[in-house]
C-alpha cells in the first residue's frame, strides 16, 4: 500500500531538513501518540549522520511514549543532504517499511514537504492492511501538522 502526504511549510529549507532529521524533531512529530527512540549505541545520531545502507538496530515505537508496541529496525537506503531521506526498513509488524521524505524550496522561506509511505504489512497481519494504511495516512497528517505548528511559531 502507498500513502503520499504534502505540506507547506513556512521556514526555509535549510531550517526544515535541520528539524526533521533529529530524533527531537521526529518525535516532536510523532507526539503525543508515540514517539520512537534510537537504537543503544545510535543515541547521538541523526538521519544524516547514520551509515547510508546499513541498518543501525531497531528503534522501539511507544504509543504515548510509554507502550513499547513495534520497532523499525532502521535503515537509511538513500541520503540527499538538506533535501530528503528514503528510509527502507523492516518492522515487527511489516515485512517492509519504505518512508521517502522530500524538501523542496517554495521561494525564499517557504518548504514543501512531502512523505510517500509504501509498506506491506507481514503475513498474519495482512487482512489489517486498509485499517493501518487510514492509520498511517491520519498520523503523517498530524506529523505535518505538528511540524508546520513548530515553524509557525
Same mark, same amino acid.
Given at each position: ?59 522501539? +515505537? @511507544? ?12 535503515? $537509511?537506503?538513500? %541520503? !540527499?543532504?538538506? #533535501? ?36 506491506? +504489512? @507481514? ?12 492509520? $498511517?495516512?491520519? %498520523? !503523517?497528517?498530524? #506529523? ?10
Amino acid at each position: 500500500m502507498i500513502v503520499e502526504r504534502r505540506s507547506v511549510i513556512d521556514a526555509p529549507t535549510d531550517r526544515v531538513w535541520a528539524r526533521v532529521v533529529t530524533p527531537e524533531g521526529i518525535n516532536d512529530e510523532l507526539r503525543p501518540w508515540m514517539t520512537m527512540s534510537m537504537p543503544r549505541g545510535a543515541k547521538d545520531l541523526t538521519v544524516d549522520t547514520v551509515p547510508v545502507g546499513t541498518p543501525i538496530g531497531r528503534c522501539w +515505537m @511507544r504509543l504515548f511514549g510509554i507502550l513499547p508496541f513495534d520497532y523499525d529496525n532502521l535503515m $537509511i537506503a538513500e %541520503l !540527499f543532504p538538506g #533535501r530528503g531521506f528514503d528510509e527502507q526498513s523492516t518492522m515487527m509488524s511489516m515485512r517492509s517499511w519504505r518512508h521517502e521524505r522530500t524538501l523542496e524550496p517554495a521561494g525564499d522561506a517557504k518548504t514543501v514537504v512531502r512523505d510517500r509511505l509504501t509498506f506491506e +504489512m @507481514r503475513a498474519p497481519l495482512r487482512v489489517l492492511t486498509p485499517i493501518i494504511g487510514i492509520g $498511517i495516512r491520519a %498520523l !503523517f497528517g498530524h #506529523r505535518q501538522r505538528r511540524l508546520r505548528r513548530h515553524f509557525a511559531s
